[in-house]
């Protein structure tokens, strides 16, 4: 369910939460290559506290930043959480020491994460927990009803309110919802990224939010001369418009886009507010062709 404000209007997750559209990912509070400490804590700390001023209350991230980095900011910055405020994360990777992603799915290593999760934010209970499947820009086909049912168990155990996937295909967002409710899917998709545009029109007859993360290309920044022309045609950044192009694409959809400056959070929430005109929209049709 979907209505409108200036932040994107917001999204209630089924038999969950309701939060803004435009939400924010904590991803990029880590340091380069999102592996160790940030380059500027009290910058951090200051992004975490102005996103909660400006009445954002979907926050993204996940323990194996940093690792752990972006959950310990979040915790210092924030805590006590606001009421309204939900932390969505996810667990099935780890980092290695050069800093590589690699899985981490086994039913212990699941539980485990869930439980860093919890310690490093200071919480009793997750609202929602996001298994992680593929690489970090397409799915991996497979199985996943062990790992599913190791979190299912965790949401019984009352640790977890609620399930969601990430980096996942069809059949397993089917497999998965043959076992317990999915409220979520985040995969990679942007303007010039449409893979799964079917599978956004499919979850938005379902109810459920798809949550596209690098909307703009992510650590290779889409390069478009389309992007760029529309853009300084309505006389806003390219990311203004990809984001803003995301949030009209499906009212489903909720947008999570990560900086580590005040400055640039400011710039990403007033492009829930920018009303792409038909000709920009027929303009960047043509990206992804």
Not at 97 to 103: E, I, K, L, T
Not at 119 to 140: C, F
Not at 240 to 254: F, K
């Amino acid at each position: 369910m979907a209505t409108t404000n200036s932040l994107g209007g917001t999204f209630t997750f089924q038999g969950g939460p309701t939060v803004t559209r435009m939400g924010y990912g904590a991803m990029q509070l880590a340091g380069p290559g999102v592996f160790g400490p940030p380059k500027d804590k009290a910058e951090a700390i200051r992004v975490l506290r102005r996103v909660v001023e400006l009445g954002i209350t979907h926050l993204d991230t996940s323990d194996f930043y940093g690792p752990h980095v972006t959950n310990e900011l979040i915790h210092e910055a924030l805590h006590p959480y606001p009421e309204d405020l939900v932390i969505v994360t996810k667990v099935g990777a780890k980092r290695d020491a050069h800093g590589g992603w690699p899985h981490a799915r086994t039913p212990a290593e699941l539980v485990q994460a869930v439980h860093d999760n919890l310690d490093h934010l200071k919480l009793e209970v997750l609202d929602i927990v996001n298994l992680r499947v593929g690489g970090m820009s397409s799915p991996e086909e497979g199985s996943i009803a062990e790992q599913f049912e190791a979190l299912v168990e965790l949401k019984e155990q009352g640790l977890i309110k609620h399930l969601g996937l990430s980096t996942v295909s069809s059949a397993q967002i089917a497999e998965a919802q043959g076992i317990d409710a999915v409220v979520c899917v985040q995969n990679f998709y942007n303007v010039a990224n449409r893979a799964d545009d079917g599978l956004i029109d499919h979850l938005a007859d379902e109810g459920i939010a798809y949550v596209p993360y690098f909307p703009l290309g992510g650590f290779s920044p889409l390069q478009s001369e389309v992007l760029t022309e529309v853009a300084d045609s309505i006389g806003a950044t390219e990311l203004q418009v990809a984001l803003a192009w995301l949030l009209q694409r499906s009212p489903n959809v909720l947008a999570i886009p990560g900086t580590s400056s005040v400055e640039h959070l400011e710039e990403n929430v007033t492009a829930a507010a920018l009303e792409l005109p038909a000709s920009a929209l027929e303009a960047l049709e043509d990206i992804a062709h």
